[in-house]
């Protein structure tokens, strides 16, 4: 049994002016190619990781063809997404010319959005049943942050999401995704998929499925999936910084030649979530707010997710007013990580450890994010950004931040970083010098994956609102290509005055 596998991973957002290009995709992660995706992912916690232990515990070969991805971020150039999708379905061709493939485990992301195209995901899945006809599986992963469409229901077998938030199951959905089309070739299952969509965002601070009320949420997914003839449930809450049609929620079944149950059950389990909305709706945070809520609590370190700036959802990373908070309120053993602001790291490499600077920090992306923050500031490390992740997330694999530097103002410590990514785990401020469990403040630009790594020292976390192109506050955004009406917007919560 010959099994293709390969991916465009992205989460684009539609609300930064930048653009992604094929130089991000190299970037970092990067683009592996051929056999060599076997070896780079090997033993890693993400979902190619999963399919080769799959291949290995069901005895399958897997094929390599291209598996590209890059930090989230603005709409992707569409030659480039073309230059990438005709390769993988360049190297689908040639292998299964070379002997035949007997299905594909594709590993997507689930809202990508590439110029001209709303459904990027959809646009790939179709593209390799065009190419494979309708007889060979496909089965996809996809994150928990999938805006979900028919197109991508109708054009594969299996859309296999993510059960947890922060994402730690990522190699265990991709074996699962294993089982599946090594189940389905050989005649024991024959997969229906059916979607409930909800016209709703969902708070990210009621996201986190280790805590309620999401708790609840995965306990009903994994009851469902017990029932005779369910073969997997798939839980997406969304990400509501993609305008497209069909952003917002959703529930996918997939059924044992079953359609009528597939949809039964999605249609149950929607209809749920809906009835309880409420539960997944949280007002806006202030900083100060936050840091009060923080200080009564009286554990440390203070915790603050500056989720509207978060750089794992595409935000430039340079927001100002969290930053500018602290040093007005002159905290001592305060951590912002990370400013995004190549220009300053430039700067501190060139001065040295040691020196001073003095550096507009900051704002420069937009002036939604605020302005810049005008700095006098000790060097005190500075690195080209290299690093091992710890994990859970992503272990396994090596990251880089760019040109990086650590640079103090009073009590205040800041990780100015090139890279545009989010503070998974303290792996790299390690190499820096930095103790994030000395801190008695933490600021991560970040909704909730740092929580896998940080969680643990944490004395209370507290997701804020600051100024940011990601507001939670979803009126806000301004989305002009849905299709749909969708709470907390248009239909308002009850815990709230008004969000308009």
Not at 31 to 50: S, Y
Not at 424 to 429: L, M, N, S, T, V
Request: overall charge negative; proline content about 6%; hydrophobic content about 45%.
């Amino acid at each position: 049994m010959r099994i293709a596998t390969g991916g465009i991973i992205h989460e684009t957002s539609t609300l930064v002016e930048t653009r992604t290009t094929i130089e991000d995709f190299e970037f970092d992660r990067g683009i592996i190619r051929g056999e060599a995706i076997i070896d780079h992912f090997r033993g890693t916690n993400v979902c190619t990781g999963g399919f080769i232990t799959g291949a290995d515990t069901f005895g399958f070969e897997l094929v390599g063809l291209l598996r590209a991805s890059a930090f989230p971020g603005g709409l992707i150039l569409r030659a480039d997404y073309d230059a990438l999708k005709s390769e993988l379905l360049e190297r689908l061709s040639a292998a299964d010319a070379e002997s035949p493939i007997d299905g594909v485990l594709l590993d997507l992301h689930g809202a990508m959005v590439v110029e001209g195209i709303e459904d990027g995901d959809g646009d790939v899945v179709a593209a390799v049943r065009e190419l494979i006809g309708p007889d060979r599986p496909i089965v996809v992963t996809q994150d928990l942050h999938g805006n979900h469409t028919q197109l991508r229901v109708e054009a594969a077998d299996a859309i296999v999401g993510f059960d947890t938030f922060p994402h730690v199951d990522m190699a265990e959905r991709g074996e699962e995704a294993a089982n599946i089309i090594d189940h389905t070739i050989r005649g024991l299952v024959k997969p229906t998929m059916a979607i409930h969509q909800l016209p709703m965002f969902w708070s990210t601070p009621q996201q986190v499925t280790a805590e309620p009320p999401m708790t609840e949420v995965i306990r009903r997914v994994h009851e469902l999936e017990a029932r005779p003839g369910i073969i997997t449930v798939t839980i997406a809450t969304g990400f509501p910084w993609a305008d497209v049609p069909e952003v917002g929620g959703s529930v996918i079944v997939v059924a044992d030649n079953a359609p009528e149950l597939a949809q039964q059950a999605a249609d149950e389990l929607g209809g749920w979530i809906w009835e309880n909305r409420e539960q997944w709706y949280a007002p806006p945070l202030g900083v100060r707010e936050a840091l009060a809520r923080g200080e009564e609590i009286g554990r440390y370190p203070i915790v603050l997710a500056d989720h509207a700036d978060n750089t794992g959802g595409g935000s430039p990373g340079d927001s100002t007013e969290v930053l500018a908070t602290l040093l007005e309120m002159q905290l001592e053993d305060a951590l912002v990580l990370y400013m995004v602001d190549p220009e300053v790291a430039g700067q501190a490499h060139a001065a040295g450890v040691g020196s001073r600077i003095q550096a507009s920090l900051g704002g420069k992306s937009s002036p939604v994010q605020g302005q810049p923050v005008e700095i006098d500031a000790e060097v005190v490390a500075i690195s080209e950004g290299a690093f091992d992740y710890d994990g859970p997330m992503f272990a396994g694999l090596s990251g880089s931040m760019g040109t990086s530097a650590w640079l103090r103002v009073g009590g205040v410590s800041i990780v100015v970083v090139t890279a545009r990514e989010q503070p998974f785990d303290p792996a790299f401020i390690r190499t820096l010098g930095i103790d994030a469990a000395s801190m008695r403040y933490l600021v991560v630009k970040s909704a909730a994956h740092f929580r896998a790594a940080f969680g643990p020292i944490a004395g209370s976390i507290q997701n804020i609102d600051a100024a940011g192109i990601h507001t939670h506050d979803f009126a806000a955004l301004g989305h002009s290509r849905r299709t749909r009406p969708v709470f907390p917007v248009e239909i308002p919560p009850a815990s709230a005055e008004s969000v308009n």
